[in-house]
């Protein structure tokens, strides 16, 4: 069964302080993982995606991380910001399906001062 | 002016009232969606279109139906409200990338359907 599973679901942290959250999928084939940030009350915004071929990438103080062989993903953020509360979403696609986009149900951060 | 637009974006109806959430996007991608998300469960799909004449039904079709009324519309109808489907609808788009998944999908503001 195809599934998607982030952890914590839910974080507080210090704002300056690092968090990694965690994201890990049994879809099958796999295609890539994208990370969501949705901030309250918005639609989710795509922050990074992840090929099979990648193992890291950098988008300003967000670092995703990817391992196919173990099929599990991460988001790193770096000296966190108010901003940065919000909901991440974990989405994995699926080559050649028609309906090939799986959910994780996110992991909520709080940043406090 | 934002590229998914979602209306309306806030509404209160009574339980068996019919309610329509219409969604337009000037990105020109074909394919389009609707999600409801609940705390908890995340986003779920309820239909999803890949061209103006192609309609396909979601995990959680039952007590929802759309329409394709062009490539930049796509419209979600309750035909008879019930209380649990008060949530927050999401609108969606993409393109299909050369592997033929689906590409970044780009939401619409959300449309919050609370039903009495």
């Known amino acids: 069964k195809n599934q998607v599973e982030q952890s914590p679901q839910s974080l507080i942290i210090l704002e300056g302080k690092n968090c990694t959250l965690q994201c890990n999928y049994t879809v099958s084939p796999f295609s890539n993982l994208r990370w969501y940030k949705q901030d309250t009350g918005r639609g989710p915004v795509s922050l990074t995606i992840?090929?099979?071929?990648?193992n890291t990438k950098s988008n300003g103080r967000y670092t995703a991380t990817l391992d196919a062989d173990t099929k599990q993903s991460s988001l790193h953020i770096t000296a966190s910001q108010l901003s940065d509360s919000a909901s991440y979403i974990c989405v994995v696609s699926a080559l050649e399906r028609a309906n090939n986009l799986f959910f994780g149900t996110g992991t909520r951060l709080t940043v406090i001062p | 002016d934002a590229d998914v637009t979602q209306t309306p974006r806030n509404r209160i109806t009574k339980t068996g009232k019919r309610i329509m959430l219409e969604c337009s996007q000037t990105k020109g991608h074909d394919r389009m969606y609707w999600y409801r998300q609940d705390p908890g469960l995340g986003l779920r799909l309820i239909y999803y279109?890949?061209?103006?004449?192609?309609?396909n039904k979601g995990e959680i079709s039952d007590g929802y139906s759309v329409s394709r009324q062009a490539q930049a519309k796509f419209s979600l109808s309750l035909e008879s409200a019930i209380p649990n489907q008060t949530a927050l609808y999401f609108c969606a788009t993409s393109v299909v990338t050369g592997t033929g998944s689906t590409g970044e999908l780009f939401f619409g503001e959300g449309s919050r359907l609370t039903v009495l």
């Open positions: 992840m090929t099979f071929s990648e």
């Open positions: 279109s890949f061209d103006v004449k192609d309609i």
